[in-house]
């Protein structure tokens, strides 16, 4: 991120998280490990793994979050309720789609 700002005039405001499945495990993980340089994150079915727990006590600070995930895929559901209640210590919008 320090290159690209380096080489082009960037709000960091305004820097967004996008991902879907290994892109939104990527995302929420890159959302945490590096919060200061992001705005919020939007991923579409992904969660952190539960190995990965351990990577939320080193953000910075808390950005907002936005998780779509399908009710078919439960192992994600649950993962994303921990999360959720627990480990985030807050509610990210949180939205499920049937089929």
Do not use: C
């Not at 992001?38 to 969660?47: L, T, W, Y």
């Amino acid at each position: 991120m320090n290159d690209v700002k380096a080489k082009a005039a960037i709000d960091p405001r305004r820097v967004y998280l996008f991902g879907h499945s290994a892109g939104a495990v990527f995302g929420l993980q890159m959302g945490v490990i590096e919060s200061k340089y992001f705005a919020a994150a939007a991923v579409h079915a992904g969660a952190i793994p539960p190995e990965n727990y351990s990577l939320i006590g080193y953000a910075e600070r808390k950005i907002p979050e936005w998780i779509a995930i399908s009710t078919r895929d439960h192992d994600q559901r649950s993962r994303v309720q921990f999360l959720s209640k627990y480990a985030l210590d807050r509610d990210p919008e949180y939205t499920e789609y049937a089929k």
